[in-house]
């Protein structure tokens, strides 16, 4: 099974998180929002892919020196790539299937935080940018969010999960996708 090791970074006094995904023929990152030098420490070169689950500063202000670094493609919904005035990417699309380093990727766009968020889906977890936090979801107070939005995009998400899912957010510790569907009141009950 593919090890997701989570790289926890220091974006200016706050506590935000990227990934290294040790695909069976590469790395691939996700996310680069501070400390590029620790996210570069973490994944091994040639990189394979450079994901971005939002283009929210806490998660891309350390991106051009990561992609400098490691000439990887960046993958990014359009909506937030051209907001965030990314270039030279890779459109992601929502049911996209990427294999990148020999790992199946299935992208989901689950807006709500921002419009482009996507969730990434490998095996059985999910890389789930700021969709879901620890006992919360990602903020919609800010411009471009929508609470709408985001139910929407967890009842895309939540049908997915499996007792081992384990969900890795963009802030805070890695999550049971079961003990968040627990204790989380601000998921919706899932309905088969
Ligand atoms: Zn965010
Ligand atoms: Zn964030």
């Known amino acids: 099974m593919t090890e997701i090791e989570q790289i926890p970074l220091d974006f200016g006094g706050f506590g935000v998180n990227a990934y290294v995904i040790h695909a069976p023929d590469g790395d691939i990152i996700v996310d680069a929002g501070a400390e590029p030098e620790k996210i570069l420490a973490a994944a091994k070169q040639p990189v394979a892919a450079i994901l971005i689950t939002h283009n929210h ?5 350390a991106l051009d020196e990561v992609r400098r670094e490691t000439g990887a493609p960046v993958y990014a919904h359009p909506t937030d790539a051209d907001g965030a005035e990314i270039e ?20 989901l766009h689950t807006p709500g935080h921002s419009p ?16 879901v936090l620890p006992g ?5 107070d800010i411009s471009g969010a929508a609470w709408e939005e985001i139910e929407v995009s967890l009842r895309k998400v939540m049908p ?24 989380n009141p601000y998921l919706p009950p899932v309905f088969d």
């Open 57 to 61: 500063a806490d998660h891309i202000s």
């Open 136 to 140: 919360s979801v990602g903020r919609t």
């Open 88 to 107: 030279d990417y890779e459109p992601l699309s929502d049911g996209q299937e990427l294999t990148i380093a020999g790992e199946d990727i299935l992208v």
């Open 116 to 131: 482009g968020s996507v969730t990434f889906v490998v095996g059985e977890d999910q890389v789930v940018g700021d969709l």
């Open 160 to 183: 997915l999960w499996k007792p081992g899912t384990r969900l890795l957010a963009g802030h805070g510790p890695v999550l049971s996708a079961m003990e968040e569907m627990k204790n």
